[in-house]
């Protein structure tokens, strides 16, 4: 589960890092390097830091793994990202032969994560309250040079037009970045779940409905509470689809 989150890290962070590959030569010997095999070698299951004593490595193991999905390449990704996403797409191939769920849900939550509040998009959840303080100032200011009669309903008024600059500004600020950064790492996400074929078409219709719902509802138009109840139907449509046989 650790692993698979630490992958997901490397996936959206691009952070190069070399991979362990064993492999065994045409006549037989055994290889452990950090290059890739050449073609037509046999690929074998790198030991586990436990299984090395001494400076000398355990002999690796055959590990068939299920064909990891092929999808055309992400002009967007730098070669370390589609080389993460890759590695990713294996461990979930291994997961799911293995009937690790944990696994599964571990890097669906890791990356709702990083996409909701990553980036310091975190510290925007304050924009309503900064528009309320705002405006509500404001009115205060303008109040005081009113009659008395009318200082009550100006300073209301400043207020409700608070709550609405607070809405616009979270719905622009926080929700639609989040909106399209969750989105574009689910679409990556869809072509490496570890199943080796692609998503049936309609559990691909029904998460692009889900992202269309959750579009909407990053409008300043709509409650701010629409939002984060979005989330939470992809969010679970989502993982629905990654525990799927």
Do not use: C
Request: glycine share 8%.
């Amino acid at each position: 589960m650790a692993l698979a989150a630490g992958l997901l890290a490397l996936a959206l962070l691009a952070q190069p890092t070399p991979r362990t590959h064993a492999w065994r030569d045409a006549a037989g010997r055994t290889h452990i390097t950090n290059t890739p095999p050449p073609p037509g070698a046999e690929v074998l299951k790198p030991p586990s830091a436990s299984g090395i004593e001494n400076g000398k490595a355990a002999p690796p193991e055959l590990s068939p793994l299920p064909p990891v999905s092929e999808a055309p390449p992400d002009p967007s990704l730098s070669p370390a990202q589609r080389e993460a996403w890759s590695a990713l797409d294996q461990h979930l191939a291994r997961a799911r032969s293995a009937g690790d769920q944990r696994t599964l849900d571990a890097t669906v939550g890791s990356l709702f994560d990083d996409s909701l509040w990553g980036r310091g998009l975190w510290a925007l959840g304050t924009a309503p309250i900064l528009g309320l303080a705002l405006m509500g100032l404001i009115g205060w200011w303008v109040a005081l040079g009113l009659r008395a009669p009318l200082r009550l309903p100006a300073l209301a008024g400043f207020l409700v037009a608070g709550l609405a600059l607070g809405q616009v500004l979270l719905a622009t600020f926080l929700y639609r970045p989040q909106a399209a950064h969750l989105r574009q790492n689910l679409q990556r996400l869809e072509v490496h779940t570890g199943l080796g074929r692609p998503l049936p078409a309609a559990e691909r219709l029904r998460l692009r409905q889900r992202y269309a719902d959750l579009e909407r509802a990053a409008s300043p138009a709509q409650p701010p509470w629409h939002f984060p109840g979005e989330v939470e139907r992809l969010r679970r449509d989502f993982l629905q689809v990654m525990v799927a046989p």
